[in-house]
Structures are given as C-alpha cells and as structure tokens.
C-alpha cells in the first residue's frame, strides 16, 4: 500500500482518512454502547425526532413503543427474506423460459440434420407430423363429439346447448367440487369455442359507455382458486360485468383444463362481454414442458389426445389483444419499437399456431405441391443474434444460432414423409439450409457451410434483392411479410418493459423485446392509445405501474412461485378509464402458515430449486473453481465461490449472502469444493448410473427431454420405445455438443426399461430425476412452532 | 481497542452488507430504491429505529425535489454512519418481555389478542390494522387463541419471539436460538 509514488498514493491517503473517521465513529458506537448496557431503554430515547413522545411516556405507551420497534424489525427482516426468495424463483424461471427456446433450436437442429437413416427420418418427421392440412370442416368431423357415450355411471356434471347461466353456474361449483368434465362434453363445449372464436377479429373492441366497469385479470395459470376468488370478489361474467382475461390460462397450476373450461363457457355465454386474449403459454409446444399436456392426458387418458389438438386450433384462434374505448390497450406481453396494430389486425393469427413452431405457409390452392412445400422455418427467436456471416461449421450445430447447416445432398433431403415438405426445388437446389435463412432477415444467423449456389443466394437475399431463386414457391413477398407477422405476435406475446430506454432482444426470455419508457410513449401516442395493460410478469403485489404509469402489469395467479410468494390483483376499469386495483391470494393453504412460516417454506423453495441449478452445473463448476485452486488443494474462500458460482450459473443473485445456506461447513471463509459438491444433492434413481456427468447432463435437460418424448409419443401413450429414446437422446447430445457414448446411452436406456419389453415409460424416466437432497430430509409441510 | 487493521475490514464488510441489502430492493438494477423499502432494508440490516427515527433517515435521504426515489450514492454512506455508530440498537430480550409484563396489568402471564391488539393499535406508533394481522398471526397459538407466554416457565414460548436479534441472512432456519448478550451485538 504505501510506496506507491503514482497519483493513487493520494488516493489512499483519502481512502485512509476516510476509514479513520469511521473507525471514529465505529469506536464512539460501541462505547456507547458499552455505556448504557444494562440501563433499562424503554425506547424512550433523547432524540429530537421523538422528545414528542417523552411528552406522555407513561409505562403502557413507553412498552407498546418498544413492542411495535421491535415488531416492525422483525416484519422488516421477513420482508427482506420474501423478496430474495422471490429474486432467486424469478431468475431461475427466466432463464428455464431461456432453456425452452433453445428448444426450438433444436427442432429446428433436426429439421436440418437428420440424416439418410431412415429411422432417424422417421423419428424426425414423427415429430413434426404436418397435420394442419386438413380444412377445418374435415376437422370438425374429427372432433366429432357426437359418438362419445356418456356412462350411467357418470357423476360429473352435464352440459346442453344452448348454455344457460344455470348450467354454467353449476359447472363452476361441480369444478368447486374437484369434480371432472366428461370428455364428450369438453369436446362439445371446446368445438363451440372454436367456431365462435373463429369469427372474431384479431383485435376486440371494447366500449365502455353501457357498462359501469370492466374487469381485467391477468395470469392465470392454472390457478382455478383464484379465478374462483376472483368472481366470489368481483361476480361472474355477465352483460353488467364484462370481463377481460389477458392470457396464460394454462400450465403450471394443476387446474388449468378447469380455467379453460370456465373462460370458454362464459365466452359462449356471453360473448360480447367476455375477452380473452392469447397469452404466450397459449401455445402447445410451451404446454409440454409447463405442464399442461401432461394435466390433459392424466384427465382424460382417451380423449386427451383429441382434446389437445382442438385446443391447439382454439389457441391460434384467440384474439392476440383488447382495445377499450380506443383508448387503452391490453394484451399479454407488450410491444416493441416495431409495433403496429394496423397490421397484427390484418394478419390471419391463425397460422401461428405456436411461436416455437416453423411457420406454415399459407395454404394457397390446395394445391399439393404448394401446400407440400410448406415449411419455412422463420427466423430464430433469439433475435438477437450477432451478424456472423462466415464461420467453419462445427461438426455439430451452435447451440445459440440455431443455424446448424450442412449442404445436404439431395436424397437425403428427399423425405416424402411430409416433414419439411419441401418441395423439389427446393432439393434440387441443394439449399440444405431451408427457409430459415430467408426468414431471419433481422438476425444475421450464423449461417456456413454453404455451397456457393447458396451463398450468392443469401448475399442476394441479404440485399434485398430477392428472397429465393426458388420463386416457384410464392412470392417473395409473402415470405417477408411473413416475418414481420411472425414478429408482431412474438413481441406481443414474449416481451417486457425495461426501465432504460430502447428496444432490445428479451435474451433472457429468448423470445420478444425488453422496451422501454420511449418506446411505450412512442407506440401508444402514435396509436392515439392512453395505457398499455399487460401481464406475463408475476408482481408480488399483483400489479404494478411502471413506464411513467403508461404501463400496468396485472397479474392474477396468487402464491405463483409458492405458498405466500405473492398476491394476485384484478383490474376494475370505468368510463373515466382509471384503473381501481384489487388484491388477493388463495389462502386455503396459507391459513395453517404463519407468516415467518410461510416465508420460510418458499424460501425452502427458493433454495432447492437453487441447489437442482448448481447441481446441473457440476462439472463447470469444478473447473471454475480450480481456476482458484492452482495448487489443487480443493480448498477455495468463500469469496472465490461467490465469483465462481456467479460466473458458471450466470444468474445474478446475491450469493454471499445465500452462501449461508448452500454451503454450510466452511473453516476461516474457506471450504471444500469437492466435498461441498458431492454433499450437493443426491440424484434417486433406480439405477446404477457410474457416469456423473451423464446424469448431470441429463438432469440439466430434463424437461426438454420430456418435452420432446412427448412429441415422440403421438399416440400419447406414455411409452417411447427404446429406439426412439436412444435416438433422441443421440440427436439432442449431438446438438448439444456433449459426449456421450453410445453405450452409456443404451446402457441407461436398458436399466431404465425395466420391465424389459422394450419400451420405457415416460413418467417413469422423468420420476427418476427427482433430487432428493439426503442430508437435509426436507419434508413437505413444517411443523408448526412451538 | 480494535486496531485500524480490523477497523477497516469491519467497515469494508459493512459497506458490502448494506450494497447486497440494497441491491434486492433494486428492481431496476439502476442504483436506486423506492423511498417506501428503506425501512426494511435499513431494519434488515440489524437496525431497530422507532417509526419516527426512520422518518428522520428518509428525510436525509431524500433529494431536495423528492423523486420517491433514493440513490445509492446517498444511501451509502449515511447507513454506514448508522451502522457504525450502532445508532438503532437491538431490543434486548429482557427488556421486551419487561414491555409485555407492564402491559400485563393482571400478571396472568399472557395477554389475550384483544388486549395486545388494543395496546399496539393505540399507543405508541399505531400499527396499522395489517401489521396487527400478522404479528397476531405469528403469535398465537392456535389451539388456545390466546398470545404468547413469556413466564420462565415456559421457556419454548418464550424464545420464539426472540430469535435472531442478529442480522438474519438469508434463509437462516426457523429454529428457534437462544438469545445471548444482544446488547453486545457485534457488527455481523
């Protein structure tokens, strides 16, 4: 420190000073302190803030003023806990959303990659099996409800058309009653839907001028509780209460097919009244990692199947946004600087059945070579990919760009199984990169490996000189646009508000924008708009202004992240069109819980789902951590963790300070990092699986896995047979870079099978990776204090 | 007498436990906080000011033209200054179950909720009808719907108030400990 002659010296010398006078003050503090220990403070202390209150201090007040001091401390330290409980769950769900994305990537990995094996084609083309071909009439046959018998035997409740009130009424109290639809009947109900959302327009408006107020929800989730709680507050659905529900029904609450099932049949109902807007988890490739194509299933083992595609048209169907008034404009997500409702009203929002889904091209003549020629792959979600232009192909696929090309030869590409459906010129012109390339106009995708044919093609392209020498599939125009439309709903649906100004890629969602103050004010004067509502965001209050109060977040799915993790709030909107919050949360849980309970049991949460991220991460982990242990003692300082954890986990959070409770033994700001990881968790498995990075790998992609069995799975029947597990998993190691033998694959396969009959139940395999963390035994339920 | 060494790592230390505080509360990772955390944030850091004692931070705090904002370039230093100067002393446990005993009029050894309630919600600095909610919550057993006892002979009632008078990090468990000597806190 001292010696230096450098201009630092006298900083230091400050620094010095500096650190004086607080030791100053430090010191005069613990004398203080030191001087009155043991006197009796009542709290009456000699302040000039409070002399006020010396005024009348007798004994009652003199205690009750020490009671609330030392009361609100406490609540002030629980509140401190709640909200970085509720930092970690928001940082773990973004970057899980990230997780998904990639997903897409993947698909679009295989769309490219698969190779002359035929098994492997077959595999691939099971997965994207184009089934839209159909016009809806021939879907309406197949959704034919009318053959489905409905037992004697059957408790449920009954629906006859056309709905009354009562008979909606009695079908929210049968749901009250956890009771369940019968499958004929969600058919019939769902049909109807989708012949009336048909015939809206992409954008509802609203008039406020009949009504008294509107009501406005946000997220759902699932939570059919709080939709309860919600009408029991606020009533249902009727021409004096209109309502509006701005998307996310569905996924991650168990009751997401009630939800749907109530919203619709109001809809039916009262169709003028009820406005429902598509949200981002509308969507059905979302749903098979969110959970609710596995709630469908469970609940209707049968039918699920024939539920879950006439849901996947009524999901496109949804209207994407509400105006009220012309005045104040509510939908999901948000905007971006590129918004405009002039076009997302014309688009036909039927095409984009899911934003993690090639595109279909529009359906021209029925014509089979057009219709065949089919898929376009639009640009990658993550937009904001860096212009990479040339780059020696990896063997395997970038995981960010999602480009992963190879110049395919022609008969591989010959696929006749309909799933690219590219169309022989395509073929021919040996452009193994397919539409994709043509799409991404915004994103500068790593595209390599090209022959020069498709070289000079993309530089044509990329001067805007034509999007295709394959012209024989449609104009160029109709690609374009069809990127500019594909990006209106996205960003409609994916996108958040940032406090900077600006518009930028929503990296960490990896879909939408994050936009700010400019923007808002921007899109919503030149739309002559007064507020932007919007959801997509859980708020611990439930809502929340931000953008100079241009925009408001409403969220209505309370305990979102957990018991107690937050409120959920509705919207009351009237003609003067300020907005009159309501709060709530489903307490029938949080009854029993006291509040420092309550806290800590998200908190458990919260730090277990923290524990699954650091397990998933070991072997970065190990590897930043030697960077701090030169001399490979295993021993780094706990300062050293922080940095370390922070950098591979890439999730900012306040790591010292969670340090406490993720490592537990350390000696002199030290610890063992070997130790410490292998303490870590333990993975339950009912097999002997020697190869740790195997299953961290495995672990870490476990719900993309599921995610992709299930597309395997088209008959939906739980079960994948070995070849088609041992198939994926090589595809998606292949994609991700990560070695892994074969054998081990097929080793892990074999044991998962475990009835031998060469097919591995899905659930089963999921099952398997259940963390369970040996040492702690954490339980369900706390037992209450004492 | 602490040497200037150790003087320095405390104060190092300190500063790093108020910025990790204030970082949670910043939402837009832009160096400020909404004026209405500070409580919180300033109490979670061990700090046990009298509603009108905060009112007198915040005001120091504040910009000249309040923004209902507060800067970080702000909050630093006056907080360290606070917390150095062990400025809102820890309520030590002997004293606060001497709060309850003289509220205690009868000397039963418990007080029902409506007394609390009435107590808390009128003297002193009111708690609002919410904080009164929940620290009744906390507080009564629900089996007896009466507040907690805090005699000698019942030890387990006793410390479950009391616990973590220290700073609390994050996640400390809901077990109870014991307190010790919490006017010797030292700065955790």
Redesign the interface.
């Known amino acids: 420190m001292k010696g230096c002659i450098s201009p630092s010296v006298h900083l230091s010398e400050l620094q010095q000073i500096h650190?004086?006078y607080?030791?100053i003050?430090?010191?005069?503090?613990?004398q203080?302190?030191w001087d009155s220990?043991?006197a009796?403070?009542?709290?009456c202390?000699v302040?000039k803030?409070?002399q006020?209150?010396l005024k009348a201090c007798d004994?009652?007040?003199?205690?009750?003023?020490?009671?609330?001091?030392?009361?609100?401390?406490?609540?002030?330290?629980l509140?401190?806990?709640r909200?970085?409980?509720w930092?970690i769950f928001q940082s773990i769900e973004y970057s899980g959303q990230q997780d998904h994305i990639k997903l897409y990537n993947f698909f679009g990995y295989l769309m490219d990659h698969f190779t002359s094996a035929s098994s492997q084609r077959n595999l691939v083309s099971q997965m994207f099996r184009e089934s839209d071909m159909f016009q809806d009439v021939e879907w309406e046959r197949q959704f034919c409800y009318k053959d489905i018998e409905v037992p004697d035997v059957y408790g449920g409740p009954h629906l006859s058309f056309p709905l009354t009130v009562s008979i909606v009424t009695e079908l929210v109290d049968a749901f009250k009653n956890k009771q369940k639809l019968h499958a004929r009947y969600v058919l019939q109900l769902l049909g109807k839907t989708w012949t009336l959302l048909r015939l809206m327009p992409n954008i509802s408006h609203v008039c406020s001028c009949k009504h008294t107020e509107i009501t406005i929800c946000g997220d759902l989730h699932g939570h059919l509780e709080d939709l309860l709680l919600v009408f029991y507050k606020n009533g249902f659905p009727s021409a004096e209460t209109p309502y509006v529900f701005n998307g996310d029904f569905v996924d991650r609450g168990k009751e997401s097919m009630e939800i749907l099932l109530v919203l619709f049949a109001f809809l039916l109902l009262y169709p003028l009244d009820v406005h429902l807007n598509r949200g981002n988890h509308e969507d059905h490739i979302v749903n098979l990692r969110y959970g609710f194509t596995k709630e469908v299933l469970g609940k209707y083992p049968v039918h699920g199947k024939m539920i879950l595609k006439l849901l996947q048209k009524i999901f496109s169907c949804l209207p994407l946004a509400t105006v009220i008034d012309q005045k104040v404009l509510i939908l999901h997500g948000g905007i971006s600087d590129k918004t405009d409702l002039n076009l997302i009203a014309k688009l036909d929002r039927r095409r984009f059945v899911s934003a993690l889904r090639p595109l279909t091209r529009r359906e021209a003549d029925g014509d089979d070579e057009d219709v065949s020629a089919g898929r376009r792959r639009v640009q990658s979600l993550t937009h904001g990919l860096t212009g990479q232009s040339r780059q020696e192909l990896p063997r395997h696929s970038e995981l960010h760009s999602g480009s992963g090309l190879t110049g395919r030869s022609r008969q591989e590409l010959h696929s006749g199984s309909g799933l690219t459906g590219r169309s022989r010129q395509e073929l021919h012109s040996g452009s193994g990169l397919t539409g994709r390339s043509r799409q991404e106009l915004h994103s500068g995708s790593g595209l390599t490996g090209r022959s020069v044919d498709e070289e000079l093609r993309e530089r044509r392209r990329l001067a805007g000189l034509s999007l295709s020498s394959d012209s024989q599939l449609g104009s160029a125009e109709v690609l374009e646009s069809d990127a500019e439309e594909w990006k209106q709903i996205v960003d409609v649906l994916w996108s958040d508000p940032?406090?900077?100004n600006g518009c930028v890629p929503n990296e960490v969602r990896g879909g939408g924008c994050y936009w700010g103050p400019d923007v808002t004010q921007e899109v919503l004067d030149r739309h002559k708009l007064k507020l932007l509502i919007r959801s997509h965001e859980c708020k611990q209050e439930g809502y929340e202004f931000c953008h100079n109060g241009r925009v408001l977040t409403i969220f209505s799915a309370s305990n979102y992240y957990d018991v107690g993790s937050n409120r959920g709030a509705y919207i009351r909107l009237g003609p003067d069109l300020i907005p009159h919050f309501k709060q709530f949360q489903a307490s029938r849980s949080t009854r029993?819980l006291?509040?420092?309970?309550s806290v800590?049991r998200t908190?458990?949460s919260a730090?277990q789902a923290l524990r699954m991220q650091l397990f998933t991460h070991t072997s970065a982990l190990i590897r930043e951590f030697q960077e701090y242990d030169p001399q490979c003692t295993g021993v780094i300082s706990v300062k050293h963790w922080a940095e370390a954890v922070e950098k591979v986990l890439r999730l900012s959070l306040?790591w010292?300070?969670?340090r406490?409770?993720l490592v537990t033994s350390t000696r002199d700001g030290t610890l063992n990092y070997q130790h410490w990881l292998n303490q870590l968790s333990v993975i339950q498995t009912h097999t002997e699986i020697a190869n740790t990075s195997l299953l961290e790998t495995l672990y870490k992609h476990h719900s993309n896995l599921e995610s992709i069995f299930r597309m395997i799975d088209t008959d939906h029947s739980g079960l994948i047979s070995l070849e088609e597990f041992h198939q994926t998993w090589r595809l998606l190691s292949s994609h991700l870079q990560t070695v892994i033998s074969d054998e081990a694959i097929a080793e892990l396969a074999d044991s998962i099978d475990f009835n031998k009959d060469g097919s591995i139940d899905i659930n089963e395999f999921m099952e398997a990776f259940r963390l369970v963390e040996q040492c702690r035994g954490v339980g369900e339920d706390?037992p209450?204090?004492? | 007498m602490a040497d200037k060494y150790n003087a320095e790592t405390i104060i190092t230390e300190t500063q790093k436990r108020i910025s990790n505080a204030f970082d949670v509360f910043d939402h837009e990772s832009n160096k400020t906080v909404d004026v209405r955390e500070i409580g919180t944030i300033i109490r979670s850091l061990g700090c046990f000011p009298s509603e009108a004692e905060l009112h007198d931070v915040i005001a120091e705090l504040e910009e000249e033209e309040p923004t209902g904002f507060v800067r970080y370039e702000k909050f630093l230093p006056t907080v360290t200054k606070i917390l150095l100067e062990r400025k809102f002393r820890p309520i030590p446990e002997d004293l606060l179950l001497q709060a309850f005993e003289v509220l205690d009029q009868q000397k039963r050894g418990h007080l029902e909720p409506e007394e609390l309630t009435k107590y808390l919600t009128q003297e002193g600095e009111p708690f609002t009808q919410e904080e009164m909610d929940e620290m009744l919550s906390a507080a009564v057993d629900p089996d007896k719907n009466i507040s907690f006892y805090w005699q000698d002979g019942h030890p387990e009632k006793q410390t479950k108030w009391s616990s973590n008078n220290r700073v609390d990090e994050m996640g400390s468990s809901d077990t109870q400990t014991a307190v010790a000597g919490t006017s010797g806190a030292a700065i955790t």
């Open positions: 650190t004086h607080l030791f003050i430090m010191l005069k503090g613990l203080s302190c220990d043991g009796i403070d009542m709290g202390r302040t803030s409070n006020l209150q004994p009652a007040m003199r205690a009750a003023l020490l009671i609330q001091r030392w009361y609100r401390q406490y609540a002030a330290r509140e401190m806990r909200r970085c409980t930092n940032m406090s900077q029993e006291t509040l420092r309970q800590g908190e458990r730090l306040p010292r300070v969670l406490a409770q706390e209450a204090p004492q």
